[in-house]
């Protein structure tokens, strides 16, 4: 990089002499004609083309997901799940909220949860990466599109808008340190991952982190984090990961200086210095810089100077091994408090106004706008955060103020005006926003007084009644701003003391279960997966035109679906730069198969004329169904109106069932009730599903769910669950051999017996319900049987009876005599076939004439045919 920017200065030094020796060039008189409007239209669509171009799509071919991205995948998970924002998450909206579902699925149309991703990386469900990143992005996109939809303005709550946009952001930022692996590609274009534009945009992303968080002084389990990555760092050879290819420390064909040596014993001193501050009280505060300052020193100095690109790699593993841990710190510095009304990133509590005529008022100081003497570096980023944070409306509106509060700071840095700052602040109880001056604000916040009892002494002018008027100072209204902002101030406390979200963590180890920790967050959950399964079964290539818009937007911003005017804008300017780029990429596909030759022009005629024959086919299938079943309507209507409900005429015996499905499944009904009576399963042919393994048996089909119904009979062995909890029964959770008094252990023997009796009682309700239950199906069972048993004598009997209709002489049927004994005999032996199986040739007119049935019925159809001398 130094040799390049060397080079690219000298260049540029030689440009600019030779720019100042050569003459100026004579003006020209004739004007410059205007380009023609075909030429501006050529050059927007390259340059769209170009842009779409850049732009990630889903039509893009993406690598297949490996053993080591689901476990660094896992790791994603548990560090993402600890945030304490996941409960409206965890779940499907139908199942949390149930009268939610029906609005929510108007506005929704891919619900997904973190549930459902947690149990799908689980399960290895996933074929690659970005189709997990989808995912995750659908879940935050959901919830911004429920809140911010015109439809929903009954229902929407802004601060659900803000965490989304939290939990996104901080997603991206855990994706970016757990995903991406350290060192970019040599070569240039797109690697594995995509665009190298990847690691230049994790880049800015760091610093970014780094800058805000910079100042924030780290925690006792900050400190042990470190030390323990730090020495699994250097026991991996300088790996933070196994997505990183290969070590650099004791590899002596990269680095026979010593100088890899030396950073190794850095890094080992900064280990132990970490572990030291952690278990000593220091007065000096450690914070963020001070971190990033030490890990860089690591490397830095005289190491490495005839390997500068040795040095740089050195720093790509420290660099990543730093944001894994900064990343959490500054996911736990962008949390907003719950009084605001976007969750706004406090920055402190205070008294503000709008202006001297109108009183002070509890509010929350949300952006700062400083002179360059006292401007910091979390200014900038605090701002834009909580702006991104208001609705579109409110942030418009707020522009004016914004714009006088820039002018008036650029004439401060000017010298023309005296320093003041500006605040960007909510008011309590309001929840109204506006840019204040320093001088209409008091910095400390203080419940117990109130600055305008003081300002409003002996003074008795009249006042302009509003919304903060000197008369609403004694309002509710002011009494709830005051709570809000007492709580506000706790909760800013709170998060003072917990700068780095571990402290929580600590708490809540030993009650993980209770939480949404991956771990619980991964376990089975029927109910929701039955919620899920319609969008488990759709992949990208079955996904609708719209959705395919929203997963290319997704992919394009990060997760971030702009809901605005502006957003809306560039949405439909990317649609269009996509649609032209296939477009284009259709025209070039369609010059290369002319160049093919006629062999490819007759290959793709050959296909039409197949679809079209395809198409026939089916439409043929379609018009006989419809037929039959028009068939069948009419002539059912045609026996109620008659009212042909008894027995036919004399000579003829009565059929109770008019169609010919229904007369087929008769006779199959009793076929296989004879089958279960016997017990006798060799004619259906079913010995390999009877021996199929229980893992490869859908829970929810018949098979699974008769097994399910044996086991809780007793028939089979119910597996053990893994769970703990699943076993553990009310009475054993008594501790009997503990330290106890003789009353206490009575007292715990009589809540074990009484325990126990409850159980009993309910083991005995169970078992006399379950009796009656089956004495209950057992009564209809044989109402059922019997009922089979005499439609399908009943078919039988009218098929036996049935007169046969006078039809011409068939093919295969020869009225000559042969010329051998052989042939004599088959036209005979093929009436014969006709006349003496009418159930076969029912079933199989049945099965050949209906296509749905064929596809349910094959083992049945079978073990009928293979019987037929039997029945």
């Not at 030396?262 to 914070?287: F, I």
């Not at 490397?299 to 091994?321: C, N």
């Not at 160049?595 to 379609?622: F, T």
Request: glycine letters at 4%; charged letters at 35%.
């Amino acid at each position: 990089r130094i040799l390049n920017q060397q080079q690219a200065a000298s260049h540029g030094q030689h440009q600019a002499e030779q720019t100042a020796t050569a003459p100026a060039p004579a003006k020209k008189s004739k004007k410059r004609k205007a380009s023609s409007p075909g030429k501006a239209k050529k050059k927007a669509a390259s340059a769209a083309a170009a842009a779409a171009a850049n732009v990630p799509s889903i039509e893009d071919p993406a690598p297949p997901i490996t053993e080591i991205d689901y476990e660094n995948l896992q790791a994603l998970m548990e560090q993402f799940c600890k945030v304490p924002l996941l409960s409206e998450f965890s779940r499907p909206v139908s199942l949390l909220h149930p009268e939610l579902t029906s609005k929510y699925n108007r506005i929704v149309s891919h619900p997904i949860d973190l549930g459902h991703v947690c149990r799908a990386i689980r399960r290895r469900n996933y074929k690659n990466t970005r189709a997990i990143q989808l995912d995750m992005w659908r879940i935050f996109a959901n919830c911004i599109k429920y809140h911010t939809s015109p439809s929903n303005k009954d229902n929407a709550v802004p601060s659900f808008v803000s965490i989304a946009l939290h939990l996104r952001d901080y997603f991206n930022a855990l994706w970016q340190e757990y995903m991406i692996p350290s060192d970019p590609p040599l070569t240039g274009g797109k690697s594995k991952l995509g665009s190298k534009n990847i690691y230049i945009k994790r880049d800015q992303d760091r610093k970014n982190r780094i800058a805000t968080t910079s100042a924030t002084v780290l925690s006792v389990p900050t400190f042990k984090k470190t030390s323990a990555a730090i020495a699994r760092f250097i026991e991996m050879g300088g790996r933070v990961d196994k997505l990183d290819s290969d070590a650099i420390f004791n590899n002596s064909s990269i680095d026979d200086d010593g100088d890899m040596d030396e950073v190794v014993e850095n890094l080992q001193k900064l280990q132990k210095r970490l572990l030291e501050t952690s278990t000593t009280d220091t007065e000096e505060d450690y914070n963020v810089n001070s971190l990033v300052t030490d890990f860089r020193r690591c490397y830095a100095g005289d190491l490495f100077e005839s390997k500068q690109s040795l040095r740089i790699r050195v720093g790509h593993r420290i660099d990543r091994l730093m944001g894994k841990i900064i990343v959490n710190i500054y996911e736990a510095n962008s949390r907003g408090v719950n009084q605001s009304s976007i969750w706004g990133c406090m920055a402190a509590a205070i008294w503000a106004r709008e202006n001297g005529k109108k009183p002070y008022w509890p509010a929350l100081v949300l952006g700062i706008m400083a002179p360059e003497d006292q401007t910091e570096d979390w200014h900038a980023s605090l701002t834009r955060r909580n702006e991104n944070r208001l609705p579109e409306k409110l942030r418009a509106d707020l522009q004016t103020g914004k714009r006088k509060a820039e002018l008036a700071i650029r004439r401060q840095n000017e010298g023309k005006a005296e320093q003041c700052s500006y605040f960007l602040v909510e008011f309590m109880g309001t929840h109204e926003f506006i840019w204040v001056k320093e001088s209409d604000m008091i910095e400390t916040f203080d419940p117990n007084s109130d600055p305008n009892k003081a300002a409003a002494a002996g003074n008795v002018t009249k006042k302009k009644r509003g919304t903060r008027s000197a008369d609403a100072v004694a309002s509710d209204t002011f009494a709830t701003a005051m709570e809000e902002g007492r709580w506000a101030l706790e909760e800013f406390e709170m998060q003072l003391n917990d700068t780095c979200g571990d402290l929580i963590d600590e708490e809540e180890d030993e009650e993980q279960d209770s939480g949404y920790s991956y771990s619980v967050l991964c376990q089975s959950d029927d109910e929701a997966d039955r919620e899920n399964r319609a969008h488990d079964s759709k992949t990208e290539h079955e996904l609708t035109f719209s959705e395919v818009e929203e997963a290319n937007e997704l992919l394009a911003t990060d997760g971030l679906l702009d809901f605005s005017t502006e957003g809306r804008k560039m949405a439909k300017k990317r649609a269009t730069a996509m649609k032209k780029k296939r477009a284009a990429d259709d025209r070039a596909t369609n010059r290369k198969d002319k160049k093919k030759g006629k062999a490819g022009r007759k290959s793709n005629v050959e296909h039409a004329k197949e679809e079209k024959r395809e198409q026939r086919e089916l439409e043929r299938r379609r018009k006989k169904r419809t037929r039959e079943r028009e068939k069948v309507l009419k002539d059912d209507s045609k026996k109620r109106r008659l009212g042909n409900d008894s027995p036919a005429e004399p000579g003829r015996k009565w059929n109770p069932i008019g169609d010919k499905r229904g007369r087929a499944r008769a006779v199959v009904k009793a076929y296989l009730m004879d089958i279960a009576k016997r017990e006798d399963m060799k004619p259906l042919g079913l010995s390999g599903v009877l021996t199929m393994p229980a893992a490869q048996i859908d829970s929810t089909g018949l098979l699974g769910m008769a097994i399910a119904f044996r086991a809780a009979a007793g028939e089979l062995d119910m597996p053990e669950s893994s769970d703990p909890v699943s076993r553990a029964k009310p009475w054993e959770s008594n501790d009997m051999n503990g330290l106890k008094t003789t009353k206490e252990r009575e007292e715990a023997l009589l809540k074990q017996k009484s325990l126990l009796e409850e159980e009993i009682k309910r083991i005995r309700a169970a078992t006399q319900q379950r009796k009656e239950l089956k004495e209950a199906a057992l009564v209809e069972k044989l109402k059922m049987e019997a009922e089979v048993v005499a439609n399908a004598g009943a078919v039988r009997l009218s098929m036996e009876k049935k007169p046969r209709k006078k039809t011409p002489k068939k093919t295969l049927v020869k009225s000559e005599e042969p010329e051998d004994g052989d042939d004599a005999g088959k036209g005979a032996e093929e009436k014969n076939v006709e006349a003496d199986a009418p159930s076969d040739v029912v079933i199989a007119e049945f099965l050949a004439d209906n296509d749905e049935a064929a596809g349910t019925l094959p083992v049945v159809a079978v073990a009928v045919h293979d019987s037929a001398d039997r029945d």
